[in-house]
């Protein structure tokens, strides 16, 4: 596995500019045809987006793309967690998103598209080491 960590995600003014439905956003339509798992998330924003996946984290449970892209639009600030895409009809995970802080977010991957996507994207970002 390769990964990146996009850091200073918070400016320290409001919400910070970088969150996981930004970064849901830029990797585009695939976010919806994957699906997704959920881990020890904590979570700020509206009832309908942060309250939601902060309760699905507990359930382990794996959801449609969908739901899931729909549901971290509502979600200002992720403080912690585990997120995990799989590809339709796989078990094996594709890639993994892990907040840090509400202030860094690491992207673990085997899929070079993504990390470069990112690595083209945000200013401040280094590479992690496996």
């Given at each position: 596995?390769?990964?990146?960590?996009?850091l200073?995600?918070?400016?320290?003014?409001?919400?910070?500019?970088?969150?996981l439905?930004?970064?849901?956003?830029?990797?585009?339509?695939?976010?919806?045809?994957?699906?997704?798992?959920?881990g020890?998330?904590?979570?700020?924003?509206?009832?309908?987006g942060?309250?939601?996946?902060?309760?699905?984290?507990?359930?382990?449970?794996?959801?449609?793309?969908?739901?899931?892209v729909?549901?971290?639009?509502?979600?200002?600030?992720?403080?912690?967690?585990?997120?995990?895409?799989?590809?339709?009809?796989?078990?094996?995970?594709?890639?993994?998103?892990?907040a840090?802080?509400?202030?860094?977010?690491?992207?673990?991957?085997d899929?070079?598209?993504?990390?470069?996507?990112?690595?083209?994207?945000?200013?401040?970002?280094?590479?992690?080491?496996?």
């Amino acid at each position: 596995m390769n990964g990146v960590s996009i850091l200073n995600v918070n400016t320290g003014a409001g919400w910070p500019e970088i969150d996981l439905r930004h970064i849901i956003a830029l990797l585009g339509d695939d976010m919806r045809r994957c699906r997704w798992r959920v881990g020890n998330c904590e979570s700020v924003g509206e009832e309908w987006g942060s309250g939601v996946v902060n309760a699905l984290s507990s359930l382990d449970t794996v959801m449609p793309g969908e739901d899931f892209v729909r549901i971290v639009s509502g979600v200002y600030q992720t403080v912690e967690g585990s997120f995990t895409a799989f590809r339709p009809y796989s078990d094996t995970p594709w890639f993994e998103i892990n907040a840090i802080d509400g202030t860094a977010f690491d992207v673990i991957s085997d899929d070079p598209a993504i990390l470069d996507i990112l690595r083209c994207t945000f200013a401040d970002i280094q590479e992690l080491k496996f």
